[in-house]
């Protein structure tokens, strides 16, 4: 999946508007769902030719998109984020608890 950052000259709406998907979908003559399929990297059996494709994309780095991860969370329903509350990291225990909780979870590739 590619990611999109947002540059200081394709903020062309004014500083406070985020582009939004609906946004690229409205200037590539579009459904939002397809611009959606695009972005999120969704391929397979999902039919988005490849050059409304390219111009999806075109158009998402020429407006500065960005994905609204607050937005994927509540859509998707969790976070990917894991949480470890530990009393102490200097000491070899919770050292190598972390330790060993990075590398499982590197492993799974998470």
């Known amino acids: 999946m590619q990611r999109y950052i947002i540059h200081e ?6 500083s406070d ?12 003559g579009c459904s939002f769902s397809a611009v959606a399929k695009v972005l999120n990297g969704v391929r ?5 030719g490849p050059e409304l494709r ?19 969370v509540l859509s998707r329903g969790r ?11 200097r000491t070899a225990f919770w050292g190598q608890l972390l330790e060993g909780a990075y590398l499982r979870l590197r492993e799974s590739g998470q």
């Open 44 to 48: 397979g059996n999902v039919r988005v």
């Open 9 to 14: 000259e394709a903020r062309d709406m004014g």
């Open 17 to 28: 508007h985020r582009v939004t998907i609906k946004d690229i979908a409205q200037e590539a």
């Open 54 to 72: 390219a111009r999806v994309e075109a158009i998402a780095t020429k407006r500065g998109y960005a994905p609204n991860y607050g937005a994927q």
């Open 79 to 89: 976070a990917d984020t894991i949480g470890l509350l530990l009393w102490n990291v």
